[in-house]
């Protein structure tokens, strides 16, 4: 009896700076739902993950990057806002085609595979 079988290699990248965890795809989804929303509070509560932690995972990009990637504004009556900087845009860009190629890399291995 014979089966076929579907084989494919995963993995994931990230970018580290000072060997911690600048972005990777969970930080990357985190900075394009507040950038869409506008909030970083409605961001976390749409990945069904803690303010507490969506802001820290923020703060932390903030201060290890070069530049800050979001400006949090708090206050007012609709509450505070969250804007994308422009460094944060070219973060979110090269993440992604880095992604992108490390993607394709896998496919392309994966056909390769011979047993």
């Known amino acids: 009896m014979s089966s076929q079988?579907?084989?494919?290699?995963?993995?994931?990248?990230?970018?580290?700076?000072?060997?911690?965890t600048f972005?990777?795809?969970?930080k990357a989804q985190l900075l394009k739902r507040t950038a869409e929303l506008g909030s970083l509070r409605?961001?976390?509560a749409e990945m069904n993950m803690s303010y507490r932690k969506a802001w820290y995972?923020?703060?932390h990009m903030n201060k290890a990057g070069r530049e800050p990637?979001?400006?949090?504004?708090?206050?007012?009556?609709?509450?505070?806002?969250?804007?994308?900087?422009?460094?944060?845009?070219?973060v979110l860009e090269e993440f992604d085609k880095l992604n992108k190629y490390?993607?394709?890399?896998?496919?392309?291995?994966?056909k390769m595979l011979r047993f």
Do not use: C, M
């Open 69 to 90: 990637v979001i400006i949090l504004k708090h206050g007012g009556i609709k509450g505070g806002i969250a804007q994308l900087t422009p460094f944060g845009k070219t």
């Open 5 to 20: 079988n579907s084989y494919s290699i995963k993995g994931r990248i990230w970018i580290e700076i000072n060997d911690e």
């Open 23 to 26: 972005i990777g795809e969970g």
């Open 57 to 59: 995972s923020i703060n």
């Open 102 to 110: 490390f993607r394709d890399f896998l496919d392309r291995r994966t």
């Open 42 to 44: 409605k961001a976390a």
